[in-house]
């Protein structure tokens, strides 16, 4: 698997908010902000995982569990793994963030 270092954001998503995201580099996601998982195989095969917000926000730990026995079970046949960030939510939540930070009010 690929070491985990920081990277700069997609520009698709860079794109939706460039005054925030330009200058983000990410080592980690939140699991609240996972949108789902792009998993390209060595044989042309493409999954596109949807993960459900129930999974996300559980405190179970099985969801990164799955997907970490998943990435190690194909190890040898995944080529790429592409996370894609709900960037709705990140928005929401940074936005109802800043506000509260501020003091404004709606």
Do not use: C
Not at 4 to 29: G, H, Y
Not at 48 to 60: G, I, M, R, T
Not at 72 to 85: G, N, T, V
Request: glycine share 2%.
């Amino acid at each position: 698997m690929a070491k985990s270092t920081k990277r700069p954001l997609n520009k698709n998503i860079v794109d939706q908010w460039p005054e925030i995201f330009e200058d983000v580099d990410l080592s980690a996601v939140p699991l609240p902000y996972l949108h789902s998982v792009m998993v390209t195989f060595k044989d042309g095969k493409n999954w596109h995982v949807v993960l459900k917000d129930a999974d996300k926000n559980s405190n179970d730990g099985n969801l990164p569990r799955n997907l970490y026995e998943f990435f190690q079970l194909h190890e040898e046949q995944i080529e790429h793994i592409d996370f894609r960030l709900d960037v709705e939510k990140l928005k929401k939540d940074v936005i109802k963030s800043t506000n509260r930070i501020l003091k404004r009010k709606k």
